[in-house]
């Protein structure tokens, strides 16, 4: 779990709050690769009436997914129709294996192949490499 400081100022709130990431859980049958990206919460927000103290309910949130379930969900929260000033939580989920019916290879497992048919459009040579940094 990987934790970045974020600035405190108010007149930016497009920054991400915090990242997590690459939650491995060892020595059991499930093994997920996750990243959360939980966006700041607007300063002066005036749907607060809506979701009372709790403010993670109100932050929008995408978590990218790799490993079994190879998904992108996204929640959003959205103004409800009409004159009241109140929220509701979207989501929003792309789940690869529901989307396209096709079987959905491991991680690597097309770099790997790429490897050993001697195909290298996918790598870089280190003086390539280190010319960049």
Not at 68 to 83: H, S
Not at 98 to 116: G, I, M
Request: cysteine-free.
């Amino acid at each position: 779990m990987l934790f970045f400081p974020s600035s405190r100022k108010s007149n930016y709130t497009g920054e991400i709050d915090y990242l997590l990431g690459r939650n491995l859980i060892e020595n059991l049958t499930v093994l997920r690769v996750e990243i959360h990206i939980q966006f700041r919460h607007v300063p002066g927000n005036i749907y607060h009436e809506s979701f009372g103290h709790n403010i993670d309910l109100a932050t929008n949130e995408l978590i990218l997914r790799d490993v079994l379930d190879e998904a992108i969900p996204v929640r959003v929260n959205n103004k409800v129709p009409g004159l009241s000033l109140q929220l509701d939580a979207s989501e929003l989920n792309l789940l690869y294996k529901a989307k396209y019916n096709v079987e959905v290879p491991d991680s690597y497992e097309h770099l790997l192949l790429d490897v050993v048919n001697g195909d290298n459009h996918l790598f870089m040579r280190s003086d390539l490499l280190h010319g960049i940094f």
